[in-house]
């Protein structure tokens, strides 16, 4: 697909509450790591948007991770992002840490730094300028998509768009993997 159709489709999408991608669901759709689902998910290395690299196998065995796939051009991604945040500011001490993947094309670093600016992030933002590591996740490139790992390394949930109330969940569900 077209970023232009992309783009379209995420508006499209962004306007009913749903994911940014032609296939995502009406609502956010939360999915409980099966079996085998529980597996250690794969490695990636990502440039950063500070310049950095960051590889995910890193932060596996000591913190909680929670991957979220965004794009600047996904509304439903854009509400999400100061819940997040405060997610993170709220228990990064205790071993928590967001991994905000953006899934925007090389031409949209502008776009991604300002839009990481005006929301406030301090998490860590990677570049996934040819959606290799999203394919790896999420083949269908949906946005947002999350995942959550444990300190065990292992898959906990996988969820894909935003809903408003999703956030509580996700606390429950963070607050646990931390203990």
Known sequence: MRRRDRIAAAAL??????????????????????????ARPPDFEL???????????EHLGKQVVLIDFWATYCEPCLRAMP??????????AQGFLVLGVSIDGP????????????LGISFPILLDQETRVVALYNPKTSAPFSVLIG????????REGYAG????????EIQAALR
């Open 165 to 172: 109330g999703v956030e509580n969940t996700l606390e429950r």
């Open 13 to 38: 999408l962004g306007a009913l509450g749903a994911g940014c991608a032609p296939e995502a669901r009406g609502t956010a759709a939360e999915s409980p790591a099966n079996a085998a689902s529980q």
């Open 83 to 92: 819940e997040l945040q405060a997610l993170y500011a709220k228990y990064k």
């Open 47 to 57: 440039r950063a948007l500070d310049g950095s690299s960051v590889r995910l196998s």
């Open 107 to 118: 031409d949209s670093l502008l776009s991604v730094r300002s839009d990481v600016q005006k």
């Open 151 to 158: 300190k065990d390394g292992r898959v906990l949930t996988r």
